[in-house]
């Protein structure tokens, strides 16, 4: 019995047939989309290395299955920059030395997107520890990452007060 599941990735909306109804979005977006920015650190949901904003809250995907989500919304870190503009979460990381390794780096910026868009970040390095307390790595750049989610929270709140008034 075949399977499939309809997703909208990164704006674009794609019909994908699944051999084993088990397949993760995880392991769907990496290996039948090529977006391999989603990286596999534990592919049990410890470490977030995985994380993906679905439907617009964060997920690990490597929890996810991409049956379940027939429909949903996909935000990969290949889909937050736009017209090679980089995202003001992208930005603020470059600029506060927030940048780790290549496999912790996406989901972090990934699940800071998300906490901003949550209304979460606040003001306090301590409360953005926590609301990023899935994302496992606390190699040397960590204190850079917390400041990098407070400046980007303060310019993308400061947008959208614009966009109101
Ligand atoms: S790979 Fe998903 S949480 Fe670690
Ligand atoms: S796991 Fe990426 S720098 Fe620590």
Known sequence: MGFSTTLTVNG????????DPRVTLLDL????????GTKKGCDRG?????????????????????????GANVLTIEGVAQANRLH?????????????????????????????QEGQAGNDPERVREGM????????AY????????????????VSRKEVA
């Open 133 to 140: 307390s899935g994302n496992l790595c606390r190699c040397a």
């Open 29 to 36: 977006l990496r290996e039948r989309l090529q977006l391999t």
């Open 46 to 70: 410890q470490c977030g290395a995985c994380t993906v904003i679905l439907d617009g809250r964060r997920v690990n995907s490597c929890l996810a299955l991409a049956i379940s989500h027939d």
């Open 88 to 116: 003001p979460v992208q930005e603020a990381f470059l600029a506060h030395d927030g940048l780790q390794c290549g496999f912790c780096t996406p989901g972090q910026i990934m699940s800071a997107i998300g906490l901003i």
């Open 143 to 158: 204190q850079g990452i917390a400041q990098a989610v407070l400046a980007a929270q303060k310019i993308l709140s400061a």
């Open 12 to 19: 674009v909306t794609q019909t994908i047939d699944l051999d």
